[in-house]
């Protein structure tokens, strides 16, 4: 697992509106992880979420990328929003058993919890105990869309068991703070009005470069994402900061 430097990428790769945006027309979707690999140097797992991959299938794509190559897989909706993080010594194994064999090349593992999940401190105290217990190997980031979460306990149990807070850049869609709960920093850039189709202004990646730079300078491993893939602005807005950073 990487614990130092910036790493930036996209939220996934298997994007079919990217083919001749950024994937050559005659390129099979089998080759648009290894063409991606090429420009970037990390992603997120989007699939994680809907349906858990075959280890198989994990292993094919690290096969496809360079040995410094990392994914951060996005934890099981089943855990987020079907158990709401209840029971978690019953579902959390179902995702981990999958990731396990190939922890040195992932990134934090990303929560993200539904807009409806507010803080409740016993719930959550529980599943992040028995997660952070169990799974001490990993890395996580907690993206949650409900305002409860800005609470002052809720930053506090976050700091507590080390895990990073999102800071999720949606205009006005989701709650949003510039917190720094753990060593390792997760930003997620879904869109300058959380839309997924527009392109952020280039100040706000000068700004963005600028924070980056200070909290590597503190000690901190920044992980951050472009879920703006609607015309391929995710890709130009990473490769933009990424020159920024140079």
């Known amino acids: 697992m990487a614990t130092t430097g910036i790493h930036i990428g996209t939220s996934g790769w298997s994007y079919k509106h990217w083919r001749e945006i950024f994937y050559p027309a005659g390129l099979k979707p089998a080759g648009y992880l290894s063409f991606y690999a090429e420009k970037f140097k990390v992603t997120e797992i989007n699939t994680s979420f809907y349906h858990l991959p075959k280890p198989s299938t994990v292993e094919g794509w690290i096969e496809k990328v360079p040995a410094r190559f990392y994914f951060c897989p996005k934890i099981s909706r089943y855990i987020t ?49 028995i997660l952070t217990k169990t799974y001490h190997g990993y890395h996580f980031a907690l993206e949650a869309r409900h ?18 807070w999102v800071i999720a850049l949606s205009g006005h869609r989701w709650p949003f703070a510039e917190a720094i709960t753990a060593k390792h920093i997760y930003v997620r850039f879904h869109g300058p009005d959380g839309r997924y189709d527009k392109l952020y202004p ?13 909290w590597q300078q503190d ?8 879920n703006n893939d609607g015309h391929g602005y995710a890709l130009q807005n990473a490769t933009q900061l990424i020159t920024l950073l140079k």
Do not use: C, N
């Open 81 to 129: 929003h079907v158990k709401r993080l209840l029971d978690p010594e019953e579902s959390l194994p179902r995702f981990f058993d999958i990731f396990d064999p190939f922890i040195k090349h992932l990134g934090p593992v990303l929560i993200q919890l539904p807009p409806s999940a507010a803080f409740e401190t016993e719930r959550v105290d529980h599943f992040f105990r």
């Open 147 to 164: 305002k409860s979460w800005l609470s002052d306990e809720a930053m506090a149990m976050l700091q507590q068991y080390k895990i990073a």
């Open 202 to 214: 280039e100040k706000t990646m000068d700004t963005y470069a600028g924070k980056f730079r200070e």
């Open 219 to 226: 000690k901190h491993t920044v992980w951050a994402f472009f």
